[in-house]
């Protein structure tokens, strides 16, 4: 298995232009999201999905979309990046609503934004 | 509101020393916690949760962390430090009575380093 599978690594991006990251998982988790790592502000949320077809807002949703057209399938899109996007970005699945399920987390996104 | 507290951003200890990282919680119902760790470059990787059993939780690596109500802290320890545990850790809280998606909650992370 090879659990959640994030591409690219690495990234660099000029302001204004617009991209996809990708997030995959082969566990036939419901429940996938994406967070973004800033130092010193650990993990936030950008966007969740409880299933296909179902998203919903985190913490930091601004300047970001996704979709969910599949279960195990849940692209980030940078609309228009800033340089206030440079973050790490991490997606993670969990398999139940029930949060005494743990997270599984992709090895993340370095993003830099000039 | 649920959120974490995690003292200290950097927490140096000798190899073979005593690990103590601290994180308590604020939750208006007993919550669900969580200690991961994240690797240089990789993900964060569970290493113990507590969910309302014992209060006393074991997880990979050596390391346990304790669940205690009266203090809302959920501290991870490990009786001897190895270099293998240098790492960055997560303490985690979600509230299970929350409904739907039942957002879980990091704290903003302990870097520690094992110092030969």
């Keep these: ?114 | 509101a649920q959120s974490v507290t995690q003292l200290g951003s950097h927490v140096s200890v000798s190899e073979g020393a005593l690990v103590l990282l601290r994180c308590n919680y604020s939750s208006s119902v007993p919550p669900y916690l969580f200690w991961y760790v994240q690797y240089p470059n990789q993900g964060l990787q569970l290493l113990l949760k507590y969910t309302s059993a014992a209060t006393l939780v074991k997880g990979i690596n050596g390391f346990e962390a304790e669940f205690k109500k009266s203090e809302t802290s959920f501290h991870l320890t490990k009786p001897s430090a190895h270099m293998s545990d240098a790492a960055e850790y997560f303490c985690a809280v979600s509230d299970p009575n929350s409904g739907g998606y039942q957002k879980v909650t990091f704290g903003t992370g302990t870097k520690l380093q094992v110092i030969p």
């Design chain 1, 1 to 114: 298995n090879a659990g959640v599978t994030q591409t690219p690594k690495f990234q660099v991006l000029k302001t204004g232009q617009s991209m996809t990251l990708q997030c995959a998982q082969d566990m036939n988790h419901e429940y996938m999201s994406w967070y973004r790592q800033d130092p010193g502000m650990g993990l936030r949320l950008i966007h969740y999905s409880v299933g296909a077809g179902i998203t919903d807002q985190g913490e930091v949703p601004n300047g970001y979309n996704v979709s969910r057209s599949t279960t195990e399938d849940f692209p980030l899109r940078l609309l228009s990046a800033a340089p206030s996007q440079t973050s790490v970005y991490f997606c993670a699945s969990r398999g139940r609503a029930n949060s005494n399920q743990p997270q599984h987390f992709g090895d993340g996104t370095r993003l830099s934004i000039l």
